[in-house]
Nanobody
Framework: QLQLVESGGGLVQPGESLKLSCVAS????????IGWFRQVPGKEREGVSC???????FVADSVKGRFTISRDNAKNTVYLQMNSLKPEDTAIYYC?????????????????WGQGTQVTVSS
């Protein structure tokens, strides 16, 4: 079964950058859409950025212009480059793989989830 492992989280100051990685095992990523989601306790999970099989992308308004998703199918890895980080970006970040509808590619219909990596942005 496909498994996903996130890495790259940590504690940074506002304005700094982080690059998250999501490595898949069991299956190659080129047959799946990949999404980055984040969740804060007491709030709903938010689709941050997702990339489809055809490399079409979705970016949430809250991170547009600051975050960039990319994939390296040869390495079974998806990245989330996070620039100009803000305190409100603090959350647990999860990567996920699945076959969501093209019109809702960053919605809840993902089948495989990583365990998450903590990102904390604080001065």
């Amino acid at each position: 079964q496909l498994q996903l492992v996130e890495s790259g989280g940590g504690l940074v100051q506002p304005g700094e950058s982080l690059k998250l990685s999501c490595v898949a095992s069991g299956w190659t990523l080129d047959d799946y859409a990949i999404g980055w989601f984040r969740q804060v306790p007491g709030k709903e999970r938010e689709g941050v950025s997702c990339i489809g099989i055809m490399s079409n992308t979705f970016v949430a308004d809250s991170v547009k212009g600051r975050f960039t998703i990319s994939r390296d199918n040869a390495k079974n890895t998806v990245y989330l480059q996070m620039n100009s980080l803000k305190p409100e970006d603090t959350a647990i970040y999860y990567c996920a793989a699945g076959r969501p509808p093209p019109t809702a590619m960053c919605g809840p219909q993902y089948d495989y989830w990583g365990q998450g990596t903590q990102v904390t942005v604080s001065s």
